[in-house]
C-alpha cells in the first residue's frame, strides 16, 4: 500500500512545492510576528511570517528572503501590505549541508513599467544582474571563467534555466553559504 506524501505530511506554511514552477507575482496581504515552537529543546522562537492574497498558508521569512523584499519594496516593513513580489522555487544548502528546496523573491514580471517607453524586463538578465551585483571581484573572475562566455550560452550548452546556472555557480564557488565540510566537485553539469 502507498500513500501520497503531500497529503499525509501537510505543512501549516508555504513551501517552495506549493510555488508554481515558473514562478508568480503576489501581492503581500499582511506580514506579523509569531512564537513558534519548533520542538527543538529551544523553547519557543520569534518568527516573522507574511501572507499573500493569492495563498492561504502564510510564509514564514528567513533573512535571505527579508532582505530582497527591503530591496525592493525598502527597510520599513509596515509599508510592505500592498507591496507585489515575485515568488520562485530554488534550491539552497541546509545547515547540515544538505540541498533542499527553498523559495526565493525577485522582482516581480508583471510589474506595471514606471515611463511610457518603458523596456520589458527580462528575467534572465535581472536574474543574473541581482547575483553578478553580489560578486567580489575574485568571484566575478571566476564565474566568468567557470561560464566559458555569457549565462545564456552556459544555458543553452547544458539545457538549464538561469536559476539552475546561479545555483550551480553558487555550490560551485560556496558563495553565500555556510562552509561545508566537502565541496561538490563532481556536481559540474558539462
Known amino acids: 500500500m502507498s500513500f501520497d506524501k503531500s497529503k499525509v505530511f501537510q505543512s501549516n506554511y508555504l513551501k517552495a512545492e506549493d510555488i508554481p514552477a515558473t514562478g508568480i507575482d503576489v501581492t503581500i496581504e499582511s506580514t506579523w510576528e509569531e512564537e513558534v515552537d519548533y520542538n527543538n529543546g529551544k523553547g519557543p522562537q520569534t518568527t516573522a511570517q507574511m501572507k499573500f492574497q493569492e495563498f492561504p498558508k502564510p510564509m514564514g521569512l528567513n533573512v ?98 538561469i536559476n539552475a546556472c546561479i545555483m550551480f555557480l553558487k555550490s560551485a564557488f560556496n558563495i553565500g553559504a555556510e ?12
Do not use: H
Open 179 to 190: 562552509p561545508v565540510a566537502k565541496k561538490p566537485e563532481d556536481d559540474i553539469p558539462f
Open 64 to 161: 535571505t528572503n527579508t532582505e530582497s523584499i527591503e530591496q525592493l519594496l525598502g527597510k520599513d516593513n509596515s509599508k510592505w501590505d500592498g507591496g507585489v513580489i515575485r515568488l520562485y522555487r530554488t534550491t539552497t544548502r541546509n545547515q547540515s549541508g544538505a540541498v533542499v528546496p527553498c523559495i526565493r523573491i525577485q522582482p516581480p514580471l508583471g510589474k506595471p513599467a514606471p515611463a511610457a517607453a518603458a523596456a520589458p524586463v527580462d528575467p534572465v538578465k535581472a536574474a543574473w544582474s541581482e547575483f553578478y551585483l553580489t560578486l567580489d571581484q575574485t568571484q566575478k573572475a571566476n564565474v566568468t571563467a567557470m561560464l566559458g562566455g555569457s549565462p545564456s550560452q552556459w544555458m543553452t550548452k547544458t539545457g538549464k534555466d
